[in-house]
């Protein structure tokens, strides 16, 4: 079982674990959603999946017809997205407390990449701040 959380603990759920594959979502929606680059997403069988704590404080938004996503109503936190007719949820995996144990296996709609996107390669990488900062 892996758990997750909200930035601010207010809503957390359960998994019995990943059931798809993680991979990197670089489209617009799911930039402007997360403010972020790509959104990192796995599917969870909805038997797999329980909310533990704070359901009664999701807020959701239908971001595309059919797509609802739910977020933590206090700190703003995406926590899954789902389509009601599929039988999966999409979980963003940032918000899981431990190691899934599995890796990336893609990344879509790079199409939607910004040009101020840049490989690692492309630019230092510190483990924490810069020396100096």
Do not use: N
Request: hydrophobic share 30%; charged share 20%.
């Amino acid at each position: 079982m892996l758990t997750g959380s909200c930035l601010c603990g207010t809503v957390s759920y359960a998994i019995d674990g990943l059931d798809m594959p993680i991979g990197h979502c670089h489209c617009l929606t799911c930039q402007k959603a997360h403010a972020s680059a790509f959104a990192t997403t796995a599917g969870v069988l909805r038997e797999h999946f329980r909310w533990t704590q704070g359901e009664d404080r999701l807020s959701c938004y239908e971001s595309s017809p059919g797509k609802v996503r739910r977020f933590c109503s206090v700190c703003g936190s995406q926590l899954i997205a789902e389509r009601p007719g599929q039988p999966h949820v999409i979980l963003r995996v940032a918000t899981l407390d431990q190691d899934p144990g599995a890796r990336p296996a893609q990344h879509i709609w790079t199409s939607h990449d910004r040009p101020w996107l840049t490989t690692a390669e492309d630019v230092p990488i510190y483990p924490e701040w810069p020396s100096g900062r």
